[in-house]
C-alpha cells in the first residue's frame, strides 16, 4: 500500500533551469524579464544553459553538466533526493536530443516527486507569478518503497 510524505517547499526556492538549445534564447529572456524575483531563489543550472545564465544576468546559478554529458541525470538526482524543489525546463518539442532518454527520465522524477514544473513560457509566468511562489508550501509526494535487494540462491 502507499502512502503519501509531506515535503515543505520553503519560501525560498532552489530553482532548476534548463533549456535546449532551440529554448536557451527564450530562457535567458525570461530570466532576464524575472531578475528581481529570481535573485530571491537559489538557481541551478546544467552546464551550458546555467553558463548563460550566470554571464548574461549576474545571477549566480550552480551548474551541473551539460545535458547530454550527465547534467540532466545529475539534476535527476536532486530531485529525488529533494535539493530541488522546482524545474523550469524550456525543451524543445520539434528536434530530437540526443539525450532524449535522459529529458524523460528527469521530467518524469519531477512528476513522480511532485514538484512544481514549467515545460514552456507561459507555465513559468503562472508558476513565478502565483502566490505560493513566495511562501511556505506543503507538496505530497508518494513514499516510495525501496525495491526488493535480490537475492542469489545457493545452487
Known amino acids: 500500500m502507499e502512502t503519501e510524505e509531506i515535503h515543505t517547499i520553503p519560501p525560498k526556492k532552489k530553482i532548476a533551469l534548463v ?21 530571491e531563489h537559489l538557481l541551478f543550472g546544467t552546464g551550458t544553459t546555467g553558463t548563460l545564465l550566470s554571464e548574461k544576468t549576474g545571477l549566480p546559478v550552480y551548474r551541473f553538466k551539460s545535458g547530454p554529458l550527465g547534467g540532466d541525470q545529475q539534476l535527476g538526482a536532486k530531485i529525488s533526493e529533494g535539493e530541488i524543489d522546482m524545474l523550469i525546463f524550456f525543451w524543445d518539442p520539434l528536434f530530437a536530443q540526443p539525450h532524449d532518454p535522459d529529458v524523460k527520465a528527469l521530467l518524469r522524477l519531477a512528476v513522480l516527486y511532485n514538484i512544481p514544473t514549467a515545460s514552456n513560457r507561459a507555465t513559468a509566468d503562472f508558476l513565478i507569478s502565483s502566490p505560493l511562489f513566495h511562501t511556505a508550501y506543503q507538496r505530497i509526494s508518494p513514499d516510495l518503497p525501496e525495491p526488493p535487494s535480490e537475492k542469489q540462491e545457493d545452487l
Open 19 to 39: 533549456a535546449h538549445d532551440g529554448r536557451k534564447e527564450d530562457m535567458l529572456d525570461w530570466v532576464a524579464y524575472n531578475r528581481g524575483t529570481l535573485s
